[in-house]
Each structure stands twice: as C-alpha cells, then as structure tokens.
C-alpha cells in the first residue's frame, strides 16, 4: 500500500471506496473530522468561471485555462486510430487499449493536480469565497461549448473550493448567477451585451473593465452585500 498521506488521529471512516485505473487498484476514504471554526471576515474574493480564461478574481487576479484535455488531444487521436486499426481480441489490441487507457488516467490526473494547486491557492489568501451557483449538468448540452466546459471542470474545482475552505474555516457562499455579467459593477444598472463582447462599458457611470472582472465583482457584492464590502474594502 502506498499511502497518501496519513488519516487524522482518531478519524471515524465513513465509507471506502475502491477504483481501478491504468495503473492498479485506489482506495479511498472518507472520514468525518471537527470542522475548523469559521474566520472573521477581513478579505473576501468573488470568482467568476470562464473558457477564455479558468476563472476571474475579483481582486483582479486572472487563472489562465489550462486545457488539459484539448493539449493531449492529438495524443488521444493517435491511440484511437491505432485501437480501431486492432483486430478485435487480440493482444495487440489488449495492449493498445491499456495504452489508451492510461492516457486517459494522465490527463484526468493532471487535471485534478491542476484544480487542487489553484483552489488551495484561492483558500489561503482569503477568508470569504462567493462564487456562482451554477448548473453545470444543463451547461454541458450546449452544443459548441459542451468539450470545453467538460475539459474546464467546474463542477469539480468548485467542489474543490468548499471543501478546502470548509477545512480552514473559510466563509463559502454560492449566489445566484443571474445578470452577473449584465449588471455594471459600479452603479448597479444593466448593460445588456452579448457573449462575444469581452469588455464591459457602462454609459451611466464611464465604468471601463473586462467582462469576466465586472462578474467576479458582482458575485462578490452579492455573496456579502455592499455594506460588509465596503467596511472591508473591497
């Protein structure tokens, strides 16, 4: 057994589960330990997901997408062509089915090394997290952006978030994503645009930013509203 890391003194084991990849059996298990208590809030970030770019703080800090999927895609082609061109049964196929196989474990490893390494970094250096609620299962049927927001992982990094910050005591708070992008960040009022208009211009108030930047900044004035914003400076 190759252990992962120690389990926490006197953890009670909830469930074990055990999955076989390319490479052998995983076993893992979940345990029940004492929630840390929650922070005072002095900092409090919003975060809005994308594609052109993984996510948008609204301290202004930008996650690049790493497209892990779509960078191994032309791996993926390969492997796929050689097993179609396998007689079924045979060894050649066997092997280049496991050759597959594995390529698939790297990337789903790779991916989850990813989304780990940014949202700890995002828990470390705030105590109030507000990011969208949003609905992943139905965004997926969309039927250009369906690879993408799969390859993104949302679903998994927010997933990701709560229970790291739950783990640090860090506040964490889903808002409704609705009119987001739309509502400008400064005055309040609506700017209608499309998907295509990356930047966002408000006449009322000569607000001038990035699109995804308005949005993280509204989620983060819904998730704690302006009062609790401005006596922390936000």
């Not at 057994?1 to 074990?16: G, K, M």
């Not at 960078?71 to 280049?96: D, F, H, I, P, T």
């Not at 390859?151 to 808002?175: C, I, M, P, T």
Request: include cysteine; charge should be positive; glycine fraction near 6%.
């Amino acid at each position: 057994l190759h252990l992962h890391r120690e389990l926490p003194a006197a953890a009670d084991i909830r469930s074990c589960v055990f999955r076989r990849d390319g490479r052998g059996w995983v076993v893992c298990l979940a345990v029940a330990i004492d929630a840390a208590e929650k922070r005072a809030v002095a900092d409090a970030i919003g975060v809005d997901l994308g594609l052109k770019v993984f996510a948008y703080c609204s301290d202004g800090v930008i996650l690049p997408n790493p497209q892990i999927a779509r960078r191994a895609e032309r791996k993926m082609r390969v492997a796929q062509r050689a097993l179609s061109r396998c007689k079924r049964g045979s060894n050649r196929r066997r092997k280049v089915k496991a050759r597959l196989a594995r390529l698939h474990t790297k990337i789903a490893n790779n991916r989850s090394t990813w989304l780990h390494q940014k949202s700890a970094e995002i828990v470390n250096r705030t105590d109030l997290i507000a990011v969208e609620d949003l609905n992943v299962k139905n965004m997926v049927r969309h039927p250009t952006m369906a690879r993408s927001i799969s390859d993104a992982s949302w679903s998994k990094f927010l997933g990701f978030l709560a229970y790291k910050a739950e783990k640090a005591g860090v506040h964490f708070v889903r808002v409704d994503p609705r009119k987001t992008s739309q509502k400008c960040s400064g005055c309040g009022e609506l700017v209608p645009k499309s998907l295509a208009v990356r930047t966002h211009a408000c006449p009322h108030c000569g607000l001038v930013i990035d699109r995804d930047w308005n949005a993280a900044r509204n989620i983060l004035q819904a998730g704690i509203g302006l009062g609790v914003l401005n006596a922390i400076g936000g």
